[in-house]
C-alpha cells in the first residue's frame, strides 16, 4: 500500500509570505496528525484529525497556522504570514487506530520548510 | 507535560559492537512507548510499542525493553546499515499526541 505522502517536500519561501504544506495519509486511515521538528529541538505535535474533525489542536504555535481536512482524506497545514521561527520539518502521519495499535503511527517523509 | 530524554545523543560504533541506547521518560499514565528508526531525509519508521513493564520486543538486531521509568534499545552486532537516529516517543493518559525525545544519533562504523 502507499505510504503517507507530503508536498512539497522543500519550500523556500520569504518572510511575511503564505505556505501550503499538503499530506494525503493511507487510505482507510481516519486519522490524521502533523508534527513539527524546528533545528536543534524534538519533534513536536501541532495536532490531529479524526475524519475532517480536529480532535486535538493544542500543539498549534499561533493563528498563523490554519489546517483543515477536507472530507476526511487528505490534509493541508497553511501558514500565513510565515515567520522566521516558522522554519523546520512538517511531518504528517496516519493511523488506522487512534491508539497507534502494533504498527504504531506511519510518519511521511516531511516537508522542509525555510522561511528567509 | 510528557516528558522524554534519549541518551547518548550521539554514538559511534565498530561494527559488531554491541550497545544499548536509553530513553527515559515521565507521563501520566503510559499508553504505549514508541520506538521509531529515522534515516537523513526521511520520516520516522516504526519499529516497536512497548505497554507495559517487563515487556520486551525484537526485530533482527534491535532488542526494546521497558522499565516502569526507562526504555532501552539494544543493538546486537550492529552493521553499517544500523546507522539512523533512534526516536523514542510516549502516548500518555488522556490524549492521542506523541511526545518525542531528541533521538539517539548512531554511527557504525565498518
Known amino acids: 500500500e502507499a505510504g503517507v505522502t507530503q508536498f512539497p517536500s522543500h519550500s523556500v519561501i520569504e518572510k511575511g509570505q503564505t505556505v501550503t504544506l499538503r499530506c494525503d495519509p493511507i487510505?482507510?486511515?481516519?486519522?490524521l496528525y502533523w508534527y513539527r521538528r524546528v533545528m536543534g529541538k524534538e519533534i513536536k505535535f501541532l495536532l490531529h484529525?479524526?475524519?475532517?474533525?480536529?480532535?486535538?489542536e493544542s500543539g498549534m504555535p499561533n493563528n498563523r497556522f490554519l489546517a483543515e481536512r477536507t472530507g476526511g482524506t487528505y490534509s493541508t497545514l497553511k501558514v500565513q504570514p510565515a515567520e522566521l521561527e516558522d522554519s523546520g520539518v512538517y511531518f504528517c502521519?496516519?493511523?488506522?487506530?487512534?491508539?497507534?495499535?502494533?504498527?504504531?503511527?506511519?510518519f511521511g517523509s516531511g516537508t522542509r520548510l525555510t522561511v528567509v | 507535560e510528557d516528558q522524554v530524554t534519549q541518551s547518548p545523543e550521539a554514538l559511534r560504533l565498530q561494527e559488531g559492537e554491541s550497545s544499548s541506547l536509553n530513553c527515559s521518560y515521565t507521563v501520566s499514565g503510559l499508553r504505549g512507548l514508541f520506538w521509531y528508526r529515522q534515516d537523513p531525509g526521511k520520516g520516522p519508521e516504526f519499529l516497536f510499542t512497548?505497554?507495559?513493564a517487563g515487556e520486551e520486543k525484537e526485530k533482527e538486531r534491535l532488542k526494546a525493553t521497558l522499565t516502569k521509568k526507562e526504555s532501552f534499545l539494544h543493538i546486537t552486532a550492529p552493521k553499517p546499515e544500523d546507522s539512523a537516529t533512534y526516536l523514542c516517543?510516549?502516548?500518555?493518559?488522556?490524549?492521542?499526541?506523541?511526545?518525542f525525545g531528541k533521538g539517539n544519533q548512531v554511527v557504525v562504523i565498518p
Open positions: 512497548l505497554y507495559s
Open positions: 484529525f479524526v475524519k475532517e474533525s480536529k480532535q486535538d
Open positions: 516517543a510516549v502516548r500518555g493518559y488522556g490524549n492521542n499526541r506523541l511526545a
Open positions: 487510505s482507510g486511515h481516519d486519522n
Open positions: 502521519a496516519s493511523s488506522q487506530d487512534v491508539t497507534g495499535g502494533g504498527y504504531g503511527y506511519t
